[in-house]
Nanobody, 122 residues
Framework: QAQVQEAGGGLVQPGGSLRLSCVDS????????VAWFRQAPGLERDFVGY????????YYADSVKCRFTLSRDNARNTIYLQMNNLKPEDTAVYFC???????????????WGQGTQVTVSA
């Protein structure tokens, strides 16, 4: 199991904001880009966004563009996901992981943390 700890999830109303964090205690991500994925009940785990090692390059799924922002603090081994204007369809368990891009697909690493639950509901 990856030595990462996702946190910051919770219950929020539509239109609200949350900031998720991914603490990399095992320095698994210390030399690579990191992605966030999410998994809603009964659905496959989907790519949300990616941030490069330097933090200067980011990619986002179309469903979250202009609402979510990835960043990282390498000194603290922490990756962040700022989520604004949340919608009920954003409800899912959110995970961080390494990822490589193959065409239009992002392939995660093999190990996963526990994730953090985000619920968007009135």
């Amino acid at each position: 199991q990856a030595q990462v700890q996702e946190a910051g999830g919770g219950l929020v109303q539509p239109g609200g904001s949350l900031r998720l964090s991914c603490v990399d205690s095992g320095r698994t991500f210390s030399d690579r880009g990191v992605a966030w994925f999410r998994q809603a009940p009964g659905l496959e785990r989907d790519f949300v966004g990616y941030v490069s090692l330097s933090g200067t390059i980011t990619y986002y799924a179309d469903s979250v563009k202009c609402r979510f922002t990835l960043s990282r603090d390498n000194a603290r081994n922490t990756i962040y996901l700022q989520m604004n204007n949340l919608k009920p369809e954003d409800t899912a368990v959110y995970f961080c992981n390494t990822a490589i891009r193959r065409g239009s697909t992002w392939l995660p690493g093999d190990s996963w943390g526990q994730g953090t639950q985000v619920t968007v509901s009135a």
